[in-house]
Each structure stands twice: as structure tokens, then as C-alpha cells.
């Protein structure tokens, strides 16, 4: 298993800054995904973010939007950049500790951000 | 396109009434499926998962589900819910061969009446 830590745990953010979230992780993982949660909707891949390689994102996300980081196998940000009314979400970090299908793919508790 | 549906929404049920959320999904080839729960204020944690095998699994907290290859289908199942069951639910499905990426279902808001 893993135990995932987010920070911060929820911020209030004025249009057009930037808020880096962290994730952390108990153990090494080789694969870190960043999801988002919209208010009412389920949840949407943004990125995956392995170590040592260019975060590969989904369609509709650009890395100019949600700059990744990924420094080592413990740890990501993702920055949500030039932020908007609609960018206001809950923003999951999310690990598969093994990188192999039959893994199980664990969630941070959520990072929950309003922009005005 | 391809995609995973979840057909209720919203599901109001009494103490002791039996549960079943519908879970499809529109991908072809070799899939791992699972079913997220979402208390409250809570993580997102996993409830069950089928990978291979017997298609009927058993999770977490009484639940079941049952991979039904020819509907494309993992419903969820529990014979008698709890208020403590009152939460979101979502499928989710593992594509083979495709990043090992998650895609989720629009969930299921269950409330149980005590």
C-alpha cells in the first residue's frame, strides 16, 4: 500500500496567480498520476508524472496550464497556473506503487481549490 | 467513444435494502476493473478490484461485484445497506496497454436512510 500526503489541503486563490500543490508519498512509486475533480463530476486524468521523464498529459491539459514536477519517486507538484474561476476543483494525486496493471492505484486525500 | 458509464446518479435507499449500481464500460480488449468509495470528508479508497478469474469479487464491507464480459458490465452489489454506507461510488476501469491509466465512471451518490 502507500500513504499519500497533500499540501495544502484546500486554498482560496485569486484569478490570474499560480498555486504549486505537493505530493508526497511513505514509499518509492514508479508512477504518479495527477487527477481533477470538478464540483459535481467524477474524476479526470490530468497527467502522468513518471521520474525521470516529461510528465505525458491528456487531452484538453497542457503543460503550460499544469506544469509537473516529479524530482524523485517519493514526491510531485503540479501548479495550476494563471488560475481562473473554472480551474476551481479538488485536485487528487493519485500513485501505482509497482507501475504493473495488477497494482491498485492509491488517492491522496485532495487538494481543494477555489478561485475568485 | 470509449468511456465508462455509470447509470444512477443518485440512489436513495432505506437500512436492510439491497443495492446494485450499474457499471459499463465501451472498451474492447483486456481491462482491470475496479470500485472506488468516497465517505464523506473522506479519501478516495478502493472498495474492490477484478483483474482475473472468478468474475464474482468480493470487497470490502459486504460488497460484491460481478465482471459480466459479454455486457461489458461490473455492477455492484451489497444484500443489505447501512447508514454507513452513504457515500459516492465510482467505476473504474484499467485499459491494458494504455498508460495504466484509470478512467472513471460519473459516480454514484448513495444515501441511506436510517
Known amino acids: 500500500s502507500a500513504v499519500i500526503s497533500q499540501k495544502p489541503s484546500r486554498d482560496i486563490c485569486q484569478r490570474g496567480t499560480s498555486l504549486t500543490i505537493q505530493c508526497q508519498v511513505d514509499?518509492?512509486?514508479?508512477?504518479m498520476f495527477w487527477y481533477r475533480q470538478q464540483p459535481g463530476q467524477s474524476l479526470t486524468l490530468i497527467a502522468t508524472?513518471?521520474?525521470?521523464?516529461?510528465?505525458?498529459?491528456e487531452s484538453g491539459f497542457v503543460i503550460d496550464k499544469f506544469p509537473i514536477s516529479r524530482p524523485n519517486l517519493t514526491f510531485s507538484t503540479l501548479t495550476v497556473s494563471n488560475m481562473s474561476p473554472e480551474d476551481s476543483s479538488i485536485y487528487l494525486c493519485?500513485?501505482?506503487?509497482?507501475?504493473?496493471?495488477?497494482?491498485?492505484?492509491?488517492f491522496g486525500p485532495g487538494t481543494r481549490l477555489t478561485v475568485l | 467513444a470509449q468511456s465508462v458509464s455509470q447509470h444512477n446518479h443518485h440512489v436513495i435507499l432505506s437500512e436492510a435494502a439491497s443495492l446494485e449500481l450499474g457499471c459499463n464500460y465501451s472498451?474492447?480488449?483486456?481491462?482491470?476493473l475496479f470500485w472506488y468509495v468516497q465517505y464523506p470528508g473522506q479519501h478516495l479508497q478502493l472498495l474492490l478490484k477484478y483483474f482475473s478469474g472468478d468474475p464474482l469479487v468480493k470487497g470490502i464491507k459486504g460488497f460484491e461485484a460481478e465482471f459480466i464480459k459479454s455486457k461489458f458490465s461490473f455492477n455492484l452489489r451489497k444484500p443489505s445497506v447501512q447508514w454507513s454506507d452513504t457515500a459516492e461510488y465510482f467505476c473504474a476501469v484499467l485499459r491494458y496497454n494504455a498508460g495504466n491509466m484509470l478512467t472513471f465512471g460519473g459516480g454514484t451518490r448513495l444515501m441511506v436512510k436510517p
Open positions: 472498451y474492447g480488449g483486456t481491462v482491470n
Open positions: 508524472a513518471n521520474q525521470g521523464s516529461e510528465a505525458t498529459y
Open positions: 493519485s500513485v501505482l506503487p509497482g507501475g504493473l496493471s495488477t497494482d491498485t492505484q492509491y
Open positions: 514509499s518509492q512509486v514508479t508512477m
